[in-house]
C-alpha cells in the first residue's frame, strides 16, 4: 500500500504538474489578465494585410479632369434637360468659371458636329410655342432673343409663319376663350384684343379677330361688331 501511495504521490496522476495556459488561446490567466494568443495575433497580421488603415489597399485617385473635360460634361449636362442655344451654354460654362478660350474651342466643336444649332432651335421653338400657347411672330422673336438667337437666325425660323396661319390661330384663340368670356359686347370686346395683344399680335389681327367672332356669336354682339372700325382702331393704336 505504501508504495502504491509512494506512487500516486510520485508519478501518478494527482502529480503531474498542472498545464499552463495556453499563449495561443484567450484564457484567463491567474490575476485575472486577458492572455493574447493567436486571436490577437490574427489581428495584427490582417491589419497589416489589406486593412482600411493600409496604404498599399487604397484605390489610386482618377486622374483630375482637364478644364476642357469639365466644360464637356457641364455642356452635355445642360443639352440632357432640354436643347440649348449656344449663348445659354456659354453663359453657363461663364458662370462655372471656364476661360473664354475654352469655352469657345468647345461650343466650336459642337457647332461643328452639330450637337448644337441654333438654327434647328429657333425653328422647333416657333413650331412648338405657335401651336401650343398660340404666341404671334411678334412674341416669339423676343423669346428667342432672350435665348441668344442672333436676330437674321430668328427671322429664318419666323418665316415659317405666314399672315394667314397667324389670323387663323388668333380668330381660333378667341373663338375658344370667347366660350368663358362673360360681359357686355364692348367689354368682351375689350378684353379679347387685350389678350391677343399679349400674345404678340398686330392690332389689326386681333381687332379684325374679335370683330368676325363677336359676329358669328349673337345678335347683341354682331350689331355691336357692324359699329367697329378696325381700320380706324388699327391706325389709332399703330400711332399711339
Known sequence: MAGRRGARSGRG???LPPRAASRDTDEPAADGELRRGV?????ALGRRRGSPGDPSSREPSAPEQTESERA??????QLAVRPRTRAELAKVLARKEISDEVIAEVLDRYDEVGIIDDGAFARAWVTSRHHGRGLARRALANELRQHGVDAEVAGEALEILDDDEEAATARA???RKLRTTKGTPDAVFRRLVG???RKGYPAG????AVKDALAAR????AEFADQI???ALDDEAAES
Open 13 to 15: 496522476w494527482d502529480a
Open 39 to 43: 486571436t490577437g495575433r490574427g489581428n
Open 72 to 77: 464637356r460634361e457641364i455642356c452635355l449636362r
Open 173 to 175: 384663340l378667341v373663338d
Open 195 to 197: 389678350m391677343l395683344a
Open 205 to 208: 389681327v386681333a381687332i379684325r
Open 218 to 221: 349673337d345678335a347683341e354682339a
Open 229 to 231: 372700325d378696325a381700320d
